[in-house]
């Protein structure tokens, strides 16, 4: 039964992800490929969450922007014993490992979050889309 509700909860928290919207498109994250069910793993036990997205091209400037949307969904969705870890699909961006640093860095994290600009842009991507689709 514990792993049922564990089951259940967890795709709740997966479709909410799914939901997050591009901040140069009008589409979810979902739609544009940028992120899929199999690319969130959640380990309870471990209090550990990763998170692997896929920019829509390799130069995508919006990178940093999308992983900050995606860890702060996290942050303010999970409790905070849970570790995250947020990354650039290998191989899909030609900064893949300045941006992975940038998004796992939490010094970097709570500096972006500094900026109101850069906050309405996370909290617009992330507020929910009623009828999209």
């Keep these: 039964m514990n792993m ?3 089951l259940l909860t967890n795709k709740k928290f997966l479709i909410s992800f799914l939901d997050i919207k ?21 380990d309870n036990e471990r209090s550990y969450v990763r998170v692997t ?3 829509t091209v390799e130069h995508c400037s919006m990178a940093t922007v999308i ?7 996290l942050m303010r969705s999970l ?4 570790k995250m870890d947020i990354r650039v ?3 899909t961006h030609a900064t893949e ?3 992975n640093k940038q998004l ?30």
């Excluded at 591009?22 to 959640?42: F, R």
């Design 67 to 73: 992983g900050l949307c995606l860890r702060v969904k």
């Design 22 to 42: 591009d901040p140069e498109h009008p589409y979810s994250l979902e739609e544009l490929k940028v992120i899929t069910e199999d690319a969130i793993e959640v």
């Design 53 to 55: 997205f896929t920019p």
């Design 79 to 82: 409790p905070p014993r849970f």
């Design 97 to 99: 490992a300045a941006v």
């Design 4 to 6: 049922l509700l564990n």
């Design 104 to 133: 796992n860095d939490k010094e970097r994290v709570a500096a972006a979050l500094e900026n109101p600009n850069l906050v309405d842009m996370v909290d617009e991507c992330l507020a929910p889309s009623y009828g999209s689709g």
């Design 89 to 91: 699909a290998p191989g």
